[in-house]
């Protein structure tokens, strides 16, 4: 079997049209939490903010295994992070930030919660310049594990994020 890492490198090789395009610069954002039935928000538990956190890298994981995208560095950009999350709900400021951090693309996302064993998970890929959406996905994610946030973002990028390579904007 193939390491994952070199899946792009073999599509590129296999797929012509592939070879041609070089990565777009995309900026992956943290997955927030969402509660709607808390007032005014609060900050995840401890075991919420580790399961954000393994579905962050998870989500930049698998979209680097697809090639489509090469990730800039939000370091820098971490204080207009904070300031402006959520980002599910700030309109516009994902694209902003990933804009001013270099990328072409923002990618953003949040799991919401809407019971103890249902959540639902969505992520979305827009454009800096526009800020259009060029993909977004949902996935309902049934029991709080590990696993299935885990199985969740790998699903929703295999599926419907990169089902079909990226819309050309040109």
């Known amino acids: 079997m193939l390491p994952a890492r070199l899946l792009p490198a073999l599509a590129a090789l296999l797929l012509p ?11 992956v954002f943290g997955i927030e ?3 709607p039935g808390v ?8 075991d919420e903010a ?31 992070i904070r300031k402006d999350a959520p980002l599910y709900k700030c309109e516009g400021c994902a694209e902003r930030i990933a804009k001013e951090a270099g990328a072409a693309l923002a990618v953003y996302g949040y799991v919401q919660r809407n019971a103890n064993q249902i959540l639902n998970l969505s992520i979305t890929i827009s454009d800096t310049d ?23 973002v790998r699903w929703l990028v295999k599926n419907r994020l990169f089902a079909e390579p990226l819309p050309s904007r040109s």
């Open 130 to 152: 526009s800020g259009k959406v060029l993909r977004g996905g949902q996935v309902v994610i049934r029991g709080d594990t590990d696993d299935t946030w885990l199985h969740g």
């Open 50 to 80: 580790r399961r954000l956190a393994l579905a962050t890298e998870e989500l930049r994981k698998a979209v680097a295994v697809q090639g489509q995208l090469e990730f800039v560095d939000l370091a820098p950009k971490a204080a207009d």
């Open 33 to 35: 939490l969402l509660e």
């Open 17 to 27: 049209g592939m070879a041609a395009a070089a990565p777009e610069k995309a900026a």
């Open 39 to 46: 007032v005014g928000g609060r900050l995840p538990r401890p």
